[in-house]
């Protein structure tokens, strides 16, 4: 009886055990962890704060497993204004051996921030739809406000544009499986040494895939890095803002960015050596390797290095304006690379003694750049100190094919070029500047049509009748120095069925395109009439409806799909209505849309033209107690120019007129236009000060002198109505970009 009575309590005992094991814990605002534990799955709509100090929830300790078991904490902010998000979701300070898996967080200003924390794991988390700003550049016209800018972070001025995961001086960390999107940056990393960062997607976003400052001795590798851009309209402007795929910036050396896919980036891979080397020629981002990356379809560069020594190996940069940008590299490696349908293959001003070695060019227009400039910027204290000259180049066993002008060096010495083949180029070399000890020796050309200024080196090179080449010994090599790849590491690269190229490089008001949700896209104006593309998921969609268009064609189909229509000059306000049925997909915002749901999607603009006249005045430079102009006395005066014109866009680094100063002067525009009664939205970026009235009445005061930035407001107007816009430029870029909307509702639509 008493063994009996024994036996049973043992077993309530591992009962109640086994039931402590098992319990799942419910989470609290404002809760600090410290013990492991595994969290009830639940979405947790908790506030954010305004500022990042009070973060949702603390984990402080040791060796803590926190397995979230798909839990999501939400803000419950509108999900429809990313811009608005606030707070912090998690915070981990000075710890030591803390892991984080299984958790959602969204519609905060930064998901996840870690400071001081040793050995973190953060693995299968899921921070997309968290902060991501507005973006004001249009279809027809770059808004420079857009502009990035990472150059500063020693006071964590990047915490400024959000991120999913935020880590400072974090040691040791290993982030995988962590997916990012739809936000403003992926990772971001400060002070952090030695981590491992792979098999993440952090993709769609509108700066950062990951970006890296003062980090050393990282591998980030494995990685899905695509559409990470702003900046770009196909056919119109291909700027970037600098945005890219992965940043490495300011003292971040020893780095290993392998087999990662960082297409469709504003830059692919982007370094800069950082503001102390600028400021004292010392340091720089060096040695780091950049090894068998795909960094295609970049509107800028496939990779910009600068300022800084390194060896970018076995990469693939093909539909880019520059495959590699290396402004002031020195000892640097370029070697193996694959770099096709760009206008530049490799283009290196004021560097010294680099390799480019082994690399395919081809249908480039112009194959490798070498060039310095007269002056140097008299601010730049890295000139002052270091040599610059363009100088001990080696150009060797490289494969141009079909490319314009395989060679343009200018101003340059000691530049070696030998053992290449060269197939079908217009002019083989190109020297604006004289040139000094150039050799081009061993080299073997076809079907060249001019030697051009080369001609000289004909008889150290074999020149060869159309022939079939072998072109076995520049194919892409391993090289000594290929990292090993993780062996459980991904194929990041794009699957064949995915959309690939820049026109599928679709930029709305909150970023790039994600391929899930129907849409509407402007691709180009023909006289009257508009062709669109249609994209989406699998389904049907159709035109139910709309306002000043016509001729609409098809009024049915699936995605993708081609759509036109003519416009009724006469109406400036147009819209088109769509409906989808097809696939459950996850909307824009986050949202999820069942399968057989009705859609609507729209498209709607509004092109009024308004006639203004444009005055331009001088001042002199002003005092310190007095920062900016008097208007009333400037416009009393006889303007230095004028003009009209029918879209009030200006983007000035010089003088903006014949007889206007490049600096100091100041921007009167009025007009009278005419308005149909409703609500409309008007905004106006500018640089470097500006106001704007609306029958005499000030509604924008933008005055204080400052970089360019976006204001806008909603009114009603009917009826003509004054509009006046007062401007002033200090010195360097001064903008106007004067922009009017119909506000039209959802019910409308």
């Not at 100090?53 to 497993?65: A, I, R, W």
């Not at 509107?299 to 300022?307: C, K, L, R, S, Y």
């Not at 290929?482 to 794009?494: F, K, N, R, S, V």
């Not at 915002?589 to 006249?613: L, S």
Request: glycine share 8%; with cysteine.
């Amino acid at each position: 009886m008493k063994l009996s009575l024994r036996f049973s309590l043992y077993l309530v005992l591992i009962l109640l055990s086994s039931c402590n094991r098992d319990t799942l814990l419910k989470l609290k605002s404002g809760m600090t962890l410290t013990d492991s534990a595994k969290i009830a799955k639940a979405i947790y709509q908790f506030s954010a704060a305004d500022g990042l100090d009070m973060p949702v929830l603390s984990v402080k300790g040791e060796n803590v497993v926190l397995d979230f078991n798909g839990a999501t904490l939400d803000s419950g902010m509108d999900p429809t204004r990313p811009d608005t998000f606030t707070g912090l979701g998690l915070s981990i300070k000075g710890s030591n051996k803390i892991t984080i898996k299984n958790l959602n967080i969204k519609g905060y200003k930064v998901a996840l921030l870690a400071e001081e924390v040793d050995s973190l794991e953060i693995i299968n988390c899921n921070f997309s739809y968290n902060y991501r700003p507005k973006l004001y550049s249009q279809w027809d016209r770059e808004d420079f406000a857009d502009w990035l800018s990472y150059h500063h972070n020693e006071e964590e001025e990047w915490l400024r544009y959000g991120a999913g995961v935020y880590l400072k001086s974090c040691d040791h960390a290993l982030l995988k499986e962590v997916v990012v999107q739809q936000g403003q940056n992926g990772i971001l990393l400060s002070n952090c040494n030695q981590g491992l960062f792979y098999n993440n997607t952090i993709q769609f976003n509108s700066g950062l895939g990951i970006g890296l400052y003062r980090s050393s001795e990282n591998r980030v590798m494995h990685n899905r890095l695509d559409w990470n851009v702003r900046g770009y309209s196909h056919g119109k402007y291909q700027r970037g803002q600098d945005s890219a795929g992965i940043l490495c910036y300011e003292q971040s050396h020893e780095n290993t960015f392998a087999y990662n896919s960082a297409t469709h980036s504003g830059d692919g891979f982007f370094l800069w050596a950082g503001q102390s080397t600028m400021d004292t020629g010392e340091g720089g981002c060096n040695d780091n390797l950049i090894y068998g990356n795909d960094f295609s379809q970049a509107p800028t560069n496939g990779v910009e290095i600068t300022f800084s020594r390194n060896r970018i190996i076995n990469n693939v940069m093909e539909d880019c304006r520059y495959g590699v940008w290396g402004g002031y590299s020195y000892e640097s490696t370029i070697a193996g690379n694959q770099i096709a349908s760009c206008d530049f293959g490799v283009a290196i001003e004021h560097g010294q003694d680099n390799r480019i070695e082994r690399n395919r060019f081809h249908a480039v227009k112009t194959g490798v750049q070498i060039w310095e400039r007269e002056q140097q910027p008299s601010d730049w204290g890295y000139a002052k100190a270091r040599e610059v000259d363009s100088e001990d180049y080696r150009i060797k066993d490289n494969l141009f094919s079909k490319v314009g002008t395989p060679l343009k060096i200018a101003g340059s010495d000691s530049i070696e070029v030998v053992g290449n083949i060269l197939l079908g180029y217009d002019q083989l070399l190109q020297e604006d500047q004289p040139n000094s000890a150039l050799q081009l020796v061993d080299n073997k050309v076809f079907e060249g049509r001019a030697w051009g200024s080369a001609r000289r080196f004909a008889p150290r090179n074999e020149v060869l009748s159309n022939a079939e080449v072998d072109t076995n010994h520049v194919l892409l090599g391993a090289y000594d120095f290929m990292p090993p790849p993780l062996l459980d590491g991904i194929d990041a690269i794009l699957p064949e069925e995915h959309p690939r190229g820049k026109q599928y490089i679709l930029m709305n008001e909150w970023g790039p395109y994600n391929f899930q949700y129907p849409s509407i896209w402007l691709r180009e104006i023909n006289e009257e009439e508009y062709i669109f593309l249609l994209m989406g998921p699998k389904g049907n969609w159709k035109a139910v409806g709309g306002e000043g268009l016509t001729g609409l064609n098809p009024k049915t189909g699936t995605f993708p799909a081609t759509f036109k229509a003519r416009r009724d000059k006469e109406n400036p306000e147009f819209s088109i209505q769509f409906e989808f049925i097809g696939e459950a997909f996850k909307g824009q915002f986050g949202q999820e849309v069942p399968k057989g749901a009705v859609v609507p999607f729209a498209f709607q603009r509004f092109e009024k033209p308004i006639d203004w006249q444009v005055s331009w005045y001088g001042y002199d430079e002003p005092a310190e107690q007095q920062p900016y102009p008097s208007f009333r006395e400037l416009v009393n005066e006889e303007p230095l120019a004028q003009e009209q014109k029918r879209e009030l866009v200006y983007h000035w680094w010089r003088s903006p007129k014949a007889g206007v100063p490049a600096d100091y002067f100041a921007t009167l525009a009025t007009a009278e236009p005419t308005f149909t009664p409703g609500t409309y939205r008007i905004i106006i970026s500018s640089d470097d000060g500006l106001r704007f009235y609306i029958d005499d009445e000030l509604k924008i005061d933008h005055w204080e002198a400052h970089e360019s930035a976006v204001k806008e407001i909603e009114l009603s107007l009917d009826g003509q109505h004054r509009f006046r816009v007062e401007h002033y430029d200090v010195t360097g870029l001064s903008a106007i970009d004067f922009r009017i909307e119909k506000v039209t509702s959802s019910e409308e639509l």
